[in-house]
């Protein structure tokens, strides 16, 4: 099944690339942008049929490695 992980930073944390972004989309004429924050999505394949227990191994993935949980917040999605 395939998987899928969203990682963004917190609300209230900083997002400096986010802010760099937002700069440069103002800087190309885009003025109307803001509040830009940048996240990241990690996609892959996991083995078996059971969405509920992929869920949870996704969940154990992202409190272990995949988000730092101090300032991230994560999503997980199977299909």
Known sequence: MKAKVHVYLK??????????VEGALHGL???????????????FDM?????????GELKA??????????IESYKVEVA
């Open 11 to 20: 609300p209230g944390v900083l997002d400096v690339q986010g802010k760099a």
């Open 29 to 43: 004429g885009w003025d109307g942008v803001s509040n830009v924050r940048v996240g990241k999505l990690l996609e």
């Open 47 to 55: 083995d078996g049929s059971d969405t509920e227990a992929a869920k």
């Open 61 to 70: 993935m992202c409190e272990k490695l995949l988000a730092n949980t101090v």
